[in-house]
T-cell receptor, first 116, second 112 residues
């Protein structure tokens, strides 16, 4: 299996621009997670989906952030408009419905976002 | 809310043993994970504890005490490649599902 795939790997944009991050989870996994990681706040859960349905979006910082999962093999995280404080590494992760290790999450390589 | 505490940084010598502690205060508990994250890379799964006691996997072991809200990750025979951040994460029930909250991680530096 190719693992979780994220694109782009790096994104540099200017304040006010729209940013779209993409994720392809591992085939057969029922859960998909979006995280943001910064030095100050560590790894923060933004939103997660179960079978393409958003379950908990309480971590989404504000209305500028939105996430969709139109099918089992694709999800997007959109920031509109972007701000410098959104600069971080954004990880997508997926996990199977049942695993002997408590729904272990498999992380993608991340997207490093820089907003100037 | 959920609160997970880990030391920010640790340094240890190649070949030695190091113990990374994690304490947590959470509303509910359904298991504790340890993940390893090398600089510039994604976190990768190391261990999962749901019952009290020690789980051993090669050079790595993880311990859990649910009554004390405490876990540690023990790394033996340290190698230079073990230099990484180690993230403690707690799984709690949330609205019929399970939610995992991560600590801010412990950055371990292994020196010769």
């Amino acid at each position: 299996d190719a693992g979780v795939i994220q694109s782009p790997r790096h994104e540099v944009t200017e304040m006010g621009q729209e940013v779209t991050l993409r994720c392809k989870p591992i085939s057969g996994h029922d859960y998909l997670f979006w995280y943001r990681q910064t030095m100050m706040r560590g790894l923060e859960l933004l939103i997660y989906f179960n079978n393409n349905v958003p379950i908990d979006d309480s971590g989404m910082p504000e209305d500028r952030f939105s996430a969709k999962m139109p099918n089992a093999s694709f999800s997007t995280l959109k920031i509109q408009p972007s701000e410098p404080r959104d600069s971080a590494v954004y990880f997508c992760a997926s996990s199977p419905r049942d695993s002997p290790d408590g729904d272990t999450q498999y992380f993608g390589p991340g997207t490093r976002l820089t907003v100037l | 809310g959920q609160n997970i505490d880990q030391p920010t940084e640790m340094t240890a010598t190649e070949g030695a043993i190091v113990q990374i502690n994690c304490t947590y205060q959470t509303s509910g508990f359904n298991g504790l994970f340890w993940y390893q994250q090398h600089a510039g890379e994604a976190p990768t799964f190391l261990s999962y504890n749901v019952l009290d006691g020690l789980e051993e996997k090669g050079r790595f072991s993880s311990f859990l005490s649910r009554s004390k809200g405490y876990s540690y990750l023990l790394l033996k025979e340290l190698q230079m490649k073990d230099s990484a951040s180690y993230l403690c994460a707690v799984r709690v029930p949330s609205g019929g599902y399970q939610k995992v909250t991560f600590g801010t991680g412990t950055k371990l530096q292994v020196i010769p």
